[in-house]
């Protein structure tokens, strides 16, 4: 294996571990159980196409068309990414953002309205 493709690797294991913290038990490296092309690299996060990149310089207009070309339907693609000393960072397409945002708005909405309503 090359020192890319084991680098690759490793990012893939840190970022299956990270989402584990989160309590994404079922977090884990897809090519691990069978190395398909077009699989999500890391798979067990419900509705989202995971795209790993652990690299220093990342063309990310590449990596998100990637990520888009190889998301089942109904997966919304996103690209995971890290360099050294840094946090782990989530692209995707603003369209996509926007439909996780709004559900998540939504819910936020009708919490603060149950809030008011309670207050009166």
Request: aromatic letters at 8%; hydrophobic letters at 25%; proline letters at 2%.
């Amino acid at each position: 294996m090359t020192n890319s493709k084991q680098k690759g690797s490793r990012g893939e294991r840190e970022l299956s571990n990270k989402l584990k913290e989160y309590g994404y038990s079922k977090c884990r490296r897809s090519q691990q159980y069978c190395g398909a092309n077009g699989d999500a690299d890391v798979v067990g996060l419900p509705g989202i196409h995971i795209e790993c990149k652990r690299v220093e310089r990342l063309n990310i207009y590449d990596a998100i068309t990637q990520a888009k070309a190889d998301a089942q339907k109904g997966k919304l693609p996103g690209v995971f990414h890290r360099k050294n000393r840094c946090e782990w960072l989530v692209t995707m397409t603003l369209e996509d953002f926007i439909k996780i945002y709004r559900e998540w708005g939504e819910q936020m909405w009708e919490e603060q309205k149950e809030e008011e309503t309670k207050e009166k």
